[in-house]
T-cell receptor
Framework: DAKTTQPNSMESNEEEPVHLPCNHS???????IHWYRQLPSQGPEYVIH???SNVNNRMASLAIAEDRKSSTLILHRATLRDAAVYYC????????????FGTGTRLQVFP | EAQVTQNPRYLITVTGKKLTVTCSQN?????MSWYRQDPGLGLRQIYY???????DKGDVPEGYKVSRKEKRNFPLILESPSPNQTSLYFC?????????????FGEGSRLTVL
């Protein structure tokens, strides 16, 4: 199964952009790249996903490298509410469905 | 409101006493799964179900059972709980198995086995 590698922790100041990296060098052609985040004492929450092209939604942007071996989640203006653990996950788009979460990146946001 | 509901949210039990954690979703989703979360290990998949009567093992299925008799419910059964099953458990659902998109998670069930 393809694995992802993320830094254990990152820090940001409020109102600044945050770039959260993820390496997935063994990604296969049918793997979608998903990002979830988990706020303290809550279940994981979907953020964004993509396959090959960069994606934007109201929460964040996802930049995917041309070779798809890495991706970056971009929070354009961090708020205190964005402090969470961010998980980069690969989802294989055929019949079986095994989601593998790594240990994620803990993002701290300072006022 | 679209949601995944787990019960109980908190439970303390003793070794060997069978228990069931229920999970229900109101979105008519085909795919449901269970995860456990332990410090330093992230989330690990226990079992998943691609539809009614279709279940399969995830990465850490030992000591657990599941059933999917109806689409909305996916209970997690611990026939003989042991202390190493003390963990935070999450149920999740997705519209279709293998479909890229949003996986909906419940709020979690914190289980302590003494």
């Amino acid at each position: 199964d393809a694995k992802t590698t993320q830094p254990n922790s990152m820090e940001s100041n409020e109102e600044e952009p945050v770039h959260l990296p993820c390496n997935h060098s063994t990604i296969s052609g049918t793997d979608y790249i998903h990002w979830y985040r988990q706020l303290p004492s809550q279940g994981p929450e979907y953020v964004i996903h993509g396959l090959t092209s960069n994606v934007n939604n109201r929460m964040a942007s996802l930049a995917i490298a041309e070779d798809r071996k890495s991706s970056t989640l971009i929070l354009h203006r961090a708020t205190l509410r964005d402090a969470a653990v961010y998980y980069c996950i690969l989802l294989r788009s055929y019949n079986t469905d095994k989601l593998i979460f790594g240990t994620g990146t803990r993002l701290q946001v300072f006022p | 409101e679209a949601q995944v509901t787990q019960n109980p949210r908190y439970l303390i039990t003793v070794t060997g006493k069978k228990l069931t954690v229920t999970c229900s979703q109101n979105m008519n989703h085909e795919y449901m799964s269970w995860y456990r979360q332990d410090p330093g290990l992230g989330l690990r998949q226990i079992y998943y179900s691609m539809n009614v009567e279709v279940t399969d093992k995830g990465d850490v299925p030992e000591g657990y059972k599941v059933s999917r008799k109806e689409k909305r419910n996916f209970p997690l059964i611990l026939e003989s709980p042991s202390p190493n099953q003390t963990s935070l458990y999450f149920c999740a659902s997705n519209r279709l198995a293998g479909e890229a998109g949003e996986l909906f998670f419940g709020e979690g069930s914190r289980l302590t086995v003494l």
